[in-house]
């Protein structure tokens, strides 16, 4: 990309809140529910049927603007944004404009090894709009027919807005990655996106870095299922508006769709047409109105969060900081490794296990912490027969991941697969003879100062042992030999 421009993006969250019933009824959030079993009057939009809020949800979503460091708000009102869809039983939504539930916060974010602050512009409350099913391809106007599922109508949301302070895709995906993370944290959504529980839009804008008058109309970018759709979107939006920029043409206004296909974003609709969503304040809910006192027993409710804890990581465990973020971003995993110190004191090393074994079996079997096999107690067995010598590093390496596809203890596994590591130094020297007599070069090389064939011997014994030979008395037999 030319040097000349710079990338602006801003940021809007959707969040479902993990509440137990909706936003304004009693009716049940559970996913994965038949279709239209958990409607009521009220979330069908039947005449008469009145609203009441779902205090829990208030404080799911204070809790939220305390945790990215808002000021929660002693007033807000719930206004109805009206339009007219299919998915929309009431004809409006309810949502917050004028005096949202929290307002001026911020998140830090760590790219490359920088720290950053991305303001929070907003977090409001709203109750999420039914599900559309379409037959056939595409949207709407191109399906057969729709059909809508109101389970999820009237589930709680909340709308976390961002400053537009993030100048890089990787800002973004770091910021998306955090707020996900805090999220969690404080146990007031899964944000599991593909459950839509968290839904992105984009906006970018492109402008000179040298006269910031030189600049692009934002557009905002929906229909982003992951944060790497996101990046993808974005990156192809700096590509067009940095070009118009260069070219001087001047780009509208306009809310676009990403094509997963195709890799690109299309026009959804323009400035003009944007909605005129006539907002007013709801006149069948009152304010929220929560004390100071309330406000302050939720701060103090606040569980540690992910930037706390990492430094803590640091800190308490001598971790290197990329590696404390690795750990702490997801609260299972953060909560996992501690575990782990704990059954076995050796935070470094419990934390190479996780970092550079487990992530790569947990992606190829494609599991979550939740599912591992490889308990905390499992962990420490085999950490002290490294300790004890029964078995070498390397074969630790067959333990473990014996250890997570069947949940066996490490002795177990040992004794079944005979691991046991042999220290017997008369039955190295046998095969160290062996090896050093099948290759008369490398032993020639060694000998007339090419010492670095030594790892090349080393590792063919370890090999001729199936990895079983202790590598320190390998090493030592070897030199003796080779003297
Ligand atoms: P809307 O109601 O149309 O979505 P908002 O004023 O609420 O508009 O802003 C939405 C988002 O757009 C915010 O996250 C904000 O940070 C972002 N934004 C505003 N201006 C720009 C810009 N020039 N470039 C990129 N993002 C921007
Ligand atoms: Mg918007
Ligand atoms: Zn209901």
Redesign the pocket.
């Known amino acids: 990309m030319l040097d000349k421009y710079e990338t ?5 969250i959707h969040v479902e809140l993990g509440t137990k019933t909706k936003l304004f009824c009693g009716c049940s959030t559970d996913f994965g529910a038949e279709v239209n079993t958990q409607t009521c009057p009220v979330c069908l939009a039947m005449p008469g049927a009145l609203p009441v809020v779902n205090k829990k949800a208030v404080e799911y979503a204070a809790k939220a603007g305390l945790a990215m460091n808002c000021h929660v708000n002693e007033h807000s009102i719930f206004e109805r944004k009206n339009y007219f869809y299919p998915d929309l039983p009431k004809g409006y939504q309810i949502s917050q404009l004028r005096q949202p539930l929290s307002t001026n916060g911020y998140v830090e974010i760590d790219v490359d090894g920088k720290t950053k602050r991305i ?1 929070i ?2 977090i409001h409350m709203e109750d999420d709009a039914a599900k559309l099913v379409h037959a056939g391809e595409g949207e709407i106007d191109e399906a057969f027919n729709s059909a809508v599922d109101f389970n999820r109508g009237g589930v709680p949301l909340i709308e976390i ?5 993030m100048s890089s895709v990787e800002e973004m995906k770091a910021y998306c990655e955090t707020v996900k993370s805090i999220l969690q944290y404080i146990g007031v959504s899964d944000c599991d996106m593909e459950k839509g529980q968290m839904r992105i ?5 492109v ?1 000179r870095k040298d006269d910031h008058n030189f ?4 557009s ?1 970018i929906k229909n982003l299922n992951s944060v790497r759709y996101a990046m993808r979107a974005v990156e192809y939006e700096v590509e067009r508006h940095t070009k118009a920029l260069e070219e001087g043409k001047t780009l509208a206004m306009e809310t676009r769709l990403f094509d997963v296909g195709r890799n690109t974003t299309r026009a959804m609709r323009g400035k003009e047409e ?1 909605h005129d969503y006539r907002y007013f304040p709801e006149p069948d809910l009152v304010p929220i109105e929560p004390s100071r006192e309330w406000i302050e027993e939720l701060r103090n409710s606040l569980p540690e969060l992910p930037y706390a804890r990492r430094m803590r990581f640091v800190e308490e465990y001598g971790l290197p900081l990329q590696d404390a973020i690795s750990l702490t971003t997801d609260k299972k995993l953060a909560d996992y490794y501690e575990d782990c110190v704990k059954a076995y004191n050796d935070p470094k090393t419990a934390s190479n296990w996780i970092l550079n074994e487990l992530m790569a079996l947990m992606g190829n079997a494609k599991q979550t912490i939740d599912e591992c096999k490889i308990t905390p107690e499992l962990f420490a067995g085999m950490m002290k027969l490294i300790e004890n010598n029964t078995i070498s590093g390397k074969i630790a390496k067959t333990v473990y991941e014996e250890m997570f596809n069947t949940g066996k203890d490490a002795e177990t596994i040992v004794r079944e697969k005979g691991l046991v590591q042999i220290t017997d130094e008369d039955e190295i020297v046998k095969i160290v003879e062996q090896i050093i007599a099948e290759n008369p070069k490398p032993v020639q090389d060694y000998k007339e100062g090419n010492t670095r064939t030594m790892g090349f011997l080393v590792g063919q014994v370890m090999k001729a042992s199936k990895g079983k030979a202790n590598p320190q008395l390998v090493n030592k037999i070897l030199l003796e030999k080779l003297k």
């Open positions: 602006v993006i801003g940021v809007e303001g512009r907003r807005v961002s400053e537009p302070d839009e984009a906006n970018i804008s402008r600049w692009t109309d934002r905002e944007a």
